[in-house]
């Protein structure tokens, strides 16, 4: 699990908020459970580094705030449309028992064996992330669907995914459909035209002596 570094907040002006983020900070809120509402600001540079990690969104991490470590998910990022920098976090408390709503990226394994794939097939992703309900406590960083002996024709359903304990799909009542692999679209290139013949020793366009 990653950790950082966090502070609280005293900011009550957008003077002072904006404030903060001139000196290399990012403003933040902890919220959810029993506790009140935490306004906290972290270190630019150090909440970069873990956004940058894979599945930044989909994965705990422990807020060190004032001697005391808290396990949070990140909720949500809100970037300056100029520079696409961070400008503010959302974090969401990790209350043992509590279940969460939220996408899991899909990983796709042994491409390079599926059979369909090597006759030409092409992979269909038709979802990239899935939305599950999980425990707070055991939440999947991705799920990962394995393309070994799929042909051309195949579906990978929401069924065919082994899911962890406690962890469901939410959307329920229909097996939906992750990705499939489809047959390759082939493109017939019209014919080319049969070049007019002419005299022999004549230019075309000229009449011969």
Aim: hydrophobic share 35%; with cysteine; glycine share 6%.
């Amino acid at each position: 699990m990653n950790s950082i570094e966090a502070n609280i907040r005293n900011t009550n002006t957008k003077g002072e908020v904006n404030s903060l983020r001139i000196n290399g900070n990012v403003p933040a809120v902890v919220y959810g459970g029993s506790e009140k509402n935490q306004k906290i600001y972290l270190s630019k540079k150090n909440i970069k580094n873990l956004i940058e990690k894979e599945n930044f969104l989909s994965n705990i991490i422990s807020i060190n705030l004032d001697g005391k470590s808290e396990n949070v998910l990140p909720k949500e990022i809100v970037w300056d449309p100029i520079t696409d920098e961070p400008i503010h976090i959302d974090f969401l408390r990790i209350v043992k028992g509590a279940k969460v709503i939220l996408e899991i990226p899909v990983k796709f394994i042994n491409i390079e064996k599926s059979p369909g794939l090597k006759r030409g097939g092409v992979l269909n992703i038709v979802r990239r992330k899935v939305e599950l309900k999980c425990p707070a406590e055991n939440i999947p960083t991705e799920l990962v669907v394995d393309l070994d002996n799929l042909d051309i024709g195949s579906s990978i359903k929401i069924s065919s995914i082994k899911l962890p304990e406690n962890v469901t799909p939410t959307i329920q009542g229909r097996d939906f459909v992750v990705a499939t692999v489809a047959a390759p679209t082939i493109i017939k290139e019209p014919e080319k035209p049969a070049e007019e013949t002419t005299e022999e020793g004549a230019e075309p366009g000229t009449e011969g002596a």
